[in-house]
């Protein structure tokens, strides 16, 4: 007999991690797919601090869709952007004005940055979650170095005022992202600007908590201490950012001139809540059964970073990249095995490790029964990244590139681009 | 005796091929020089269309100007905009509201666009002169396929007007941008979307002159022309664009529907002769002496696309990077001669001769003495574009992007980004 019902497709909203790996499994089983996605590549976020901070370029590591999914007919990929869901209808609607009705949704949509309760301080803190959001970063560092070149004699003693750069948020993404400008302005900057030495280039990491990475047990939180103190980082821990102004942040009473202000503290999910009419916690994320379901609607998934999810034993799952990959698998696993009249097993988060690196060549590492920081844990941080990218070519790309920085200390992508509108 | 106007630095105004030759001669000798351009990074211009056309990144044919110069202590780079030149007080002025002073000068701030009498058409046609022209066409052209890719059933009749691609300029960049376009959208696209096959793809080149590639000889225009069509490029001559409208070009008294219109038929000099209130020929381009210095100021020269100089036979020097590098070269040279109180030679160009490619893998190539086309034309063009890269690293990446491509078929960068501010 046949099922119309059964011949809609599975429209998944998002081609990150969650989204990719539910695709995949999705095309793999042969089941009609939709894959939406507002841009028309999937990106490798936990690199994209390195094209902010010149290591890498854009298509290092940003891989088209329809190249990714080439061996999968099933799968239909489609840019465009989700302005809202139709739950008793089964419709998305999309902002070039069309609808896509679904059998079965899977939202993967992602979060974006939250600037707690300071919406306008967006504009003076960018965080990176975008090629563009990279783009534009790296040229606003560059520009940076460039100005305070120029500055005239008796400006020279203020040099370090147009030379501080201000990285707001301890975990990964700012550890990486702080090592990374400390190693562009001071130790590359040094040898292409003969005004500029790394005594007047000043970076500061601010988080509010007690120490850095809080989801690395406190010996490896020290040791990524250590190692942005040997680049030259300047960590300030119990810190809250209380101002932000063109050119200034203020952290608690301390007023501190800033040439760039970079945002890495927390994410709020996308408005997937919202389209979803659902429950969501305070961090906009969706309330999900076990098997990453809508508790009231068994045909809506909602996975990665816009779900709140938690495992068997009552844990959250972490907001990071490999979670976001099970959570996609799992969603197209259970849809697999609820076509096929099976039972849906709870979804449960199989933890790989964390890690952040530290600059060129120092990272640490903790997978459980092992730990380790300096430079075997660079090495394996190293290692997995670029099994973590799509694609051949990247992994070839991103790979010489490194080997070429480690080589050379010198950053490979220095292009002041994107500057239309500007002064 | 100190003579006071010898510390004065020399300045040139353009990093590209001229401004970049002359920097390196100044540089060597130990000469206090000033080098002034808009951008941080000299662009390798021959390849930009790779860029433009989702082959490369835009990373792998610019280098930082700062890098570049790293090795001649002489040379101060300075990141800004030339907005005019005091000849009798001797100074250059600044965007960012500064002067500077030289000795000897040398403007080498190339060419942009030409429109003819319609200036307006630049909004509908866009050239490649930078890299973010160059992005906004690959974006341009990327869209196009997508928008393309999603017409609804009744909608795919007309698909063909929403996949016909102009390029406007029959030169050695209209051929081979025709020749890139025609690849990315006809045979890299119909592996990626469904619904695009070749024959809904048109891509139209069109010149006014009876031949393609007027500066090399009618065999090889002939040779491009077949390639070309080889490729699918309908080739339109004789034929002269009469009107521009946003999705709509006017060829002769032929209306044709084009997603996507580019411009390479022609240019016109810098404002260069503004200011220096110097005689310039019909494209804005300042005539020199034999020496390449103005008639009435010998310390002033011009070179690069911004000249209009003639050879010892009268022969009008072309507007091609080895002209360009060969200038600078002279330019820097005279400078070094006459301060050491020696004579000037003339300049004279050497014609090393004249190539374009043709797609993946064909080519044509005149050096006076010997005539290619085909496959030994691509391997002799990709070795000379691999030589003229600045920096091992670019030479690396390209040429492996290069093989990448011959192997695959496949484009190394197919992203769509700069997207802000787009409906």
Redesign the interface.
């Known amino acids: 007999m046949a099922h119309p019902q059964q011949q809609l497709p599975v429209v998944i909203i998002g081609a990150g991690f969650a989204g990719l790996a539910a695709a995949r499994a999705l095309g793999a089983a042969g089941i009609a797919t939709v894959l939406i996605d507002r ?3 999937h990106l490798f976020q936990p690199l994209l601090y390195q094209v902010a901070t010149a290591g890498l ?4 590591i ?1 891989a ?1 869709i ?2 990714i999914m ?1 061996g999968r ?1 099933s799968v ?1 990929v ?3 952007e989700v302005v809202g869901i139709d739950r008793p209808a089964r419709l998305v609607r999309l902002a ?1 004005g ?1 609808t896509l009705p679904f059998a079965e949704l899977i939202v993967a949509s992602g979060a974006r940055h939250a600037y707690f309760r300071n919406p306008e301080w967006a504009a003076h803190a960018p965080g990176i979650k975008t ?2 959001d990279a ?1 534009r970063v790296r040229r606003d560092l ?1 520009l940076a170095l ?1 100005r305070a070149e ?1 500055l ?1 004699a008796e400006q020279r003693e203020t040099r370090a005022e147009h030379l501080t750069f201000v990285v707001v948020g301890g975990g990964p993404t700012g550890v990486e992202m702080a090592g990374a400008i400390a190693e562009l302005a001071r130790h590359s900057a040094e ?4 005004h500029i030495t790394r005594a007047c280039v000043r970076v500061v990491l601010v988080d509010s908590g007690d120490r850095l990475l809080k989801a690395l047990p406190p010996p490896l939180s020290a040791a990524a201490a250590r190692a942005l103190a040997g680049l030259g980082v300047e960590v300030r821990l119990n810190a809250r950012v209380t101002g932000l102004a063109p050119g200034r942040i203020m952290i608690g009473d301390d007023s501190l001139a800033a040439c760039v202000t970079l945002w890495a503290a927390g994410v709020v999910a996308s408005p997937a809540a919202l389209w979803l009419g659902a429950a969501a916690d305070a961090s906009g994320r969706v309330r999900v059964g076990p098997d990453l379901a809508l508790p009231d609607d068994p045909a809506v998934y909602v996975v990665g970073d816009t779900a709140a999810a938690t495992g068997p034993d009552g844990a959250a799952v972490p907001g990071v990249a490999t979670a976001a990959s099970q959570m996609g698998l799992h969603a197209a696993k259970a849809i697999i095995a609820r076509r096929a009249g099976r039972a849906v097993p709870p979804f449960r988060y199989r933890h790989a490790g964390s890690m952040a690196t530290i600059g060129r060549s120092r990272a640490v590492a903790d997978l459980g029964w092992l730990r380790l920081s300096g430079h075997p844990a660079w090495l394996l941080w190293c290692t997995v990244h670029l099994w973590g990218l799509v694609g051949f ?1 990247s992994r ?2 991103v790979g ?1 590139n490194w080997l ?1 920085r480690y080589l050379t200390f ?1 950053a ?9 509108g500007m002064g």
């Not at 370029?57 to 290092?60: E, G, I, Q, R």
């Not at 040898?191 to 003969?194: A, S, T, V, Y």
């Open positions: 841009q028309n590549h370029s854009a298509a290092d940003a088209p329809r190249t080439r007919p239909s489609l840019m465009d070039s069309g090629i563009d783009i560059l460039e120029t005239r040898r292409d600007f003969p070519r070839l790309v010489a070429w010198d490979a992508a220095k292009l002041i681009t994107q500057r239309d």
